[in-house]
């Protein structure tokens, strides 16, 4: 899987911090794999992102806000039943429970991206800044999948199917 990892050295500091028996300053542990979002046929509708967000630490993060130079405004958004339809609703905040992932996917958690200033390309990446609680902004290259993907595309991982035998 196509994964980003944050923070390396500070998780080396952390370590570091507990193999000499100093207590770790930061509360940095998160972690995001696999930002996604769907391509676009115009930029009159909002577009849509989803990851997989980490929290390796022992206290509750937030995430609190999303920005993007390719929208307006980006919302957090949460997906629920109301009756018989399926609404969307702006949620203030998405909490990263410690030791847990918290997943934005297609019918549940979201980033609405509102205005968009250019197309969304299949193929292409663009810039995410998410803004947590205790480990700061975060800033995720975001894969554009085909309009109507329903997961993260496969985008490191394309080896020869018919020359291996598992
Ligand atoms: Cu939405």
Not at 104 to 111: A, I, N, R, S
Not at 129 to 141: E, K, M, P, W, Y
């Given at each position: 899987?196509?994964?980003?990892?944050?923070?390396?050295?500070?998780?080396?500091?952390?370590?570091?911090?507990?193999?000499?028996?100093?207590?770790?300053?930061?509360?940095?542990?998160?972690r995001?794999?696999?930002?996604?979002?769907?391509?676009?046929?115009?930029?009159?509708?909002?577009?849509?992102?989803?990851m997989?967000?980490?929290?390796?630490?022992?206290e509750?993060?937030?995430?609190?806000?999303?920005?993007?130079?390719?929208?307006?405004?980006?919302?957090l958004?949460?997906?629920?039943?109301e009756?018989?339809?399926?609404?969307?609703?702006?949620?203030?905040?998405?909490?990263?429970?410690?030791?847990?992932?918290?997943?934005?996917?297609p019918?549940?958690?979201?980033?609405?991206?509102?205005?968009?200033?250019?197309?969304?390309?299949?193929?292409?990446?663009?810039?995410?800044?998410?803004h947590?609680?205790?480990?700061?902004?975060?800033?995720?290259?975001?894969?554009?999948?085909?309009?109507?993907?329903?997961?993260?595309?496969?985008?490191?991982?394309?080896?020869?199917?018919?020359?291996?035998?598992?």
């Amino acid at each position: 899987m196509f994964r980003i990892i944050f923070h390396n050295c500070l998780a080396l500091t952390a370590l570091a911090s507990v193999l000499f028996g100093t207590a770790p300053a930061m509360a940095d542990n998160v972690r995001v794999d696999d930002p996604w979002a769907r391509s676009s046929i115009g930029i009159e509708r909002p577009g849509v992102a989803y990851m997989t967000i980490h929290n390796d630490g022992n206290e509750s993060d937030w995430l609190l806000a999303v920005t993007t130079p390719l929208a307006k405004r980006a919302e957090l958004h949460e997906t629920a039943r109301e009756g018989e339809v399926m609404i969307m609703r702006a949620v203030e905040s998405v909490e990263i429970p410690p030791n847990s992932t918290v997943k934005l996917e297609p019918g549940g958690l979201h980033v609405m991206l509102m205005s968009l200033q250019k197309m969304l390309v299949e193929g292409e990446f663009f810039a995410l800044t998410l803004h947590f609680a205790q480990a700061g902004d975060l800033t995720v290259n975001v894969t554009i999948a085909a309009i109507a993907a329903n997961e993260a595309p496969a985008v490191i991982h394309d080896h020869d199917e018919h020359s291996h035998d598992h």
